[in-house]
């Protein structure tokens, strides 16, 4: 069956704009979490939903960063008023659900880079 | 503070040289580490979860062992197609929640 998709792939873009960024998780999995991935760096916990549970929002750096997963399935990150430091891999991941037996499956990414 | 600690950050191997991988923590209310590997341009993938201390887990070369501080990564007579970024993370108890904190990563290359 098809794995975790995110679009775009590479997104450019200038200092100041604002991108959103697509995840679209395997069918069936309750449970979907944003990582950011810069050089260098570990990754990131930013945000994850578990089904109709109010978002875990406490890895957001800031208030520019927002998500939302719309019926429970596809996901959006946005990034308002862009800045260098946001350019990073972003990273998708869902699984079926919170418990620690419950391996997370990961998208490609979205490499997103800020002029 | 919670942390996760990989070393080395870098290791090239010979084809068929043995060695290990470290990923030290430091966090309260552990609930799994879990062994990731990740290919240039690729999510990571899903290799081993590990619950409690002395557990052990193998696949093909690879065998994860946990302690209380630290877990391995053995790699058994290497291959060039092993060559990759190997991510370990843990999952433990935040306020309410759940958080997962990741390591660096060791990124290992065998050399034919």
């Known amino acids: 069956g098809a794995g975790v998709s995110q679009s775009p792939s590479n997104k450019v873009t200038e200092k100041g704009k604002d991108v959103e960024l697509r995840c679209d998780p395997i069918s069936g999995h309750t449970a979907l979490y944003w990582y950011r991935q810069s050089l260098g760096q570990g990754l990131e916990f930013l945000i994850y939903?578990?089904?109709?549970?109010?978002?875990?929002k406490s890895g957001l750096p800031s208030d520019r960063f927002s998500a939302e997963r719309t019926g429970g399935s596809v996901s959006t990150l946005t990034i308002q008023r862009t800045q260098q430091e946001d350019s990073a891999v972003y990273l998708c991941?869902?699984?079926?659900?919170?418990?620690?037996?419950?391996?997370?499956?990961f998208g490609p990414g979205t490499r997103l880079t800020v002029l | 503070e919670d942390q996760v600690t990989q070393s080395p950050e870098a290791l090239r191997l010979q084809e068929g040289e043995s060695s290990s991988l470290n990923c030290s923590y430091t966090v309260s209310g552990l609930r799994g580490l879990f062994w990731y590997r990740q290919d240039p341009g690729k999510g990571p993938e899903f290799l081993f979860t590990?619950?409690?201390a002395g557990e052990e887990k193998e696949k093909e070369r690879l065998k994860a062992t946990l302690t209380k501080k630290e877990s391995f990564l053995h790699i058994t007579a290497p291959k060039p197609e092993d060559s990759a970024t190997y991510l370990c993370?843990?999952?433990?108890?935040?306020?309410?929640?759940?958080?997962?904190?990741f390591g660096t990563g060791t990124r290992l290359k065998v050399l034919a």
């Open positions: 939903f578990q089904g109709n549970s109010a978002p875990d």
């Open positions: 991941a869902s699984s079926l659900g919170t418990q620690i037996y419950n391996e997370q499956f």
């Open positions: 590990l619950y409690s």
């Open positions: 993370a843990v999952q433990a108890k935040g306020s309410g929640t759940y958080k997962y904190i």
